[in-house]
């Protein structure tokens, strides 16, 4: 195999790899980030989790 063709193979590999902005490890990552924000804002914020609750009320009767 010449040099050329490693060249060839190994960028089809990559951009095989790497598909989207992020990858499996970001995707993760932003995702619990955006789960602490959160609960960081509802355990903090009194009228937040009152109006969840007032959200839930009119959900369940």
């Known amino acids: ?12 590999r990559v951009s ?5 902005f992020l990858g499996q490890r970001g995707r993760i990552a932003l995702l619990a980030l955006t789960t602490l924000l959160i609960l960081f804002v509802y355990f903090t ?4 989790r009152a109006t969840f609750a007032s959200w839930t009320s009119l959900i369940s009767g």
């Open 1 to 12: 195999m010449s040099k050329a063709d490693q060249i060839i193979a190994n960028n089809t």
């Open 16 to 20: 095989r790899r790497k598909q989207g």
């Open 45 to 48: 914020q009194s009228d937040v």
